[in-house]
Each structure stands twice: as C-alpha cells, then as structure tokens.
C-alpha cells in the first residue's frame, strides 16, 4: 500500500500538483517528499528540502574520519573545510583517532584526504552521510517530542 500512494505522490507531483503529507514515519516521509516543514504548537519551526544535492543541503555532510595519530596543526587545518565536531582517540594512544566534520558538500572531500596524507596523517576510513530525517527532527522539535 506504501509504495502505491508513493507512486500516486510522486505522478501528482509530476503534473504539478502540490501534496501534503502528515506523517511521523519519518522514513516514509523521507522516500515521497521533496520539501519537509515541522511545525512545532501550531508554528512553523523550520523548513527543509530533501532529495537535493548535498552541496545544497542546508545541513551539508557530515564527515567522519579514522586516522592515525593527529600531527601538529592537522584539526587546524581540517578546521579550514568546516566545522570540526568531535575529535578524539578511539583507542591506546598511538592508534586510531576519530574526527568529525560538518562541511559544505562532498566536492572537498579529496582535499580533506590530500591534507591530512600531506601531513603525514594514516588516513583509515573517511564516512560522508547527509544528516538524517530523523536527526533533523530531533534537532528542530528537541528530545521531548521523541517516540516512545
């Protein structure tokens, strides 16, 4: 039943023709909308496209990298691509490190790795991943309005 109002949305939407959707299934709200309003004791609290390019992503990426150890000045310099929101080491010392990065779109991710290989910094694994439905709605409406 799912995928056939999906399929209905999506050839309204096609012809022109604006739906709205209340729904708190957030993955299904994920999959049929373009644009998605939360609306928090009868306001608008905030409003957000899906489906875009990450690069128009009010959220951007988030990135995630494991490395080895840190050289001097590599956080500064992954500070340059954006917001650094967590560093720390997911291990002994010496072993892995954990970053996190709010950037813009995914066109500096080779940039981010050149940077940190230039500085002599093992790069592991770098994880880019839009910011969720569901992060957002925690985000916008706050824990209370959490399920359950």
């Given at each position: 039943g799912r995928l056939m109002v999906r399929d209905i949305i999506h050839e309204l939407r096609d012809r022109g023709t604006a739906v709205f959707?209340?729904?708190?299934?957030?993955?299904?709200?994920?999959?049929?909308?373009?644009?998605?309003?939360?609306?928090?004791?009868?306001?608008?609290?905030?409003?957000?496209?899906?489906?875009s390019r990450p690069e128009a992503d009010p959220g951007g990426l988030e990135v995630e990298l494991r490395t080895g150890p840190l050289a001097v000045g590599a956080l500064e310099a992954l500070a340059a691509f954006g917001g650094v929101a967590g560093s720390a080491a997911a291990g002994p010392p010496g072993d892995v490190h954990v970053t996190?990065?709010?950037?813009?779109g995914e066109a500096v991710l080779p940039a981010i790795a050149r940077t940190l290989v230039e500085r002599g910094v093992a790069l592991y694994e770098m994880r880019a991943a839009r910011k969720s439905l569901e992060a957002w709605f925690l985000e916008v409406m706050g824990d209370e309005q959490r399920p359950g």
């Open positions: 959707l209340n729904s708190h299934l957030l993955g299904e709200v994920e999959a049929t909308c373009d644009r998605v309003v939360f609306i928090k004791a009868g306001r608008t609290v905030h409003e957000l496209k899906l489906g996190r990065l709010r950037i813009g």
